[in-house]
């Protein structure tokens, strides 16, 4: 499985982006596809969630602000992110697994895969 994910750029706080996080693959709709990210100097943490079902998970500081979709005819899953500050700087990751929904979504081991990052800045 191949993961790209791609839709980052320079935002003004307040403002919006949308991510796109592509899949090769015919098996795209049986996977769980996860969003992390990684500020500068911080560790990777878990973002967003949308299992093969559409059930949804998020971090609480993103819970009203972002919305992860899935449209499995494109094998493509999306992050609407709105209301950006400062604190979402990072490079996002876009990451597959494709076992059973069992474990710990919000850590990077639930993943089998993961794409390339894209970069994420907010600026004031």
């Known amino acids: 499985v191949q993961l790209q994910a791609f839709g980052g750029g320079l935002v003004q706080a307040g403002g919006s982006l949308r991510l796109s996080c592509t899949a090769s693959?015919?098996?795209?709709?049986?996977?769980?596809i996860g969003w992390f990210r990684q500020a500068p100097g911080k560790q990777r943490e878990f973002v967003a969630v949308?299992?093969?079902?559409?059930?949804?998970f998020y971090r609480n500081s993103v819970k009203d602000r972002f919305t992860i979709s899935r449209d499995n005819s494109k094998n493509t899953v999306y992050l609407q992110m709105n209301a950006l500050n400062l604190d979402d700087t990072a490079i996002y990751y876009c990451?597959?697994?494709?076992?059973?929904?069992?474990?710990?979504?919000?850590?990077?081991?639930?993943?089998?895969?993961w794409g390339a990052g894209t970069l994420v800045t907010v600026s004031s």
């Open positions: 693959g015919r098996a795209f709709s049986t996977y769980a």
């Open positions: 949308i299992s093969r079902s559409g059930r949804t």
């Open positions: 990451a597959a697994r494709n076992r059973a929904w069992n474990g710990n979504f919000d850590e990077s081991g639930f993943y089998d895969y």
